[in-house]
Nanobody
Framework: QVQLVESGGGLVQPGGSLRLSCVASGRIVSIYDMGWYRQAPGKQREMVAT???????NYAKSVKGRFTVSRDNAKNTVYLQMNSLKPEDTAVYYC??????????????????WGKGTLVTVSS
């Protein structure tokens, strides 16, 4: 089956940097938009950054200028470079991708896939 696996989360000091990676694997036909979302305790999940297959990006106002989303289409990977991190950035970060791929029963569908999340903690 198609799956997304995030990596790179951890503990970082305010003002520090962290780079998240997300790799899509499985029987993939095409990958469309990819992006990062985050959810802090007691808050709803919010969009952080997205990137189209052509490289167009969109950012939440709270992270614009500090975060950079990029992708390597050949590797089916999306990245999130996070700089000047703030305690308010603390959250579980989820990778998201719109993918045309095969399910376990070999049926091909375009669907919205999510990773399991990686925790980013910004604290001194």
């Amino acid at each position: 089956q198609v799956q997304l696996v995030e990596s790179g989360g951890g503990l970082v000091q305010p003002g520090g940097s962290l780079r998240l990676s997300c790799v899509a694997s499985g029987r993939i036909v095409s990958i469309y938009d990819m992006g990062w979302y985050r959810q802090a305790p007691g808050k709803q999940r919010e969009m952080v950054a997205t990137i189209t297959s052509a490289g167009s990006t969109n950012y939440a106002k709270s992270v614009k200028g500090r975060f950079t989303v990029s992708r390597d289409n050949a590797k089916n990977t999306v990245y999130l470079q996070m700089n000047s991190l703030k305690p308010e950035d603390t959250a579980v970060y989820y990778c998201n991708a719109i993918i045309l791929g095969a399910r376990s029963d070999s049926v091909i569908r375009k669907a919205d896939y999510w990773g399991k999340g990686t925790l980013v903690t910004v604290s001194s």
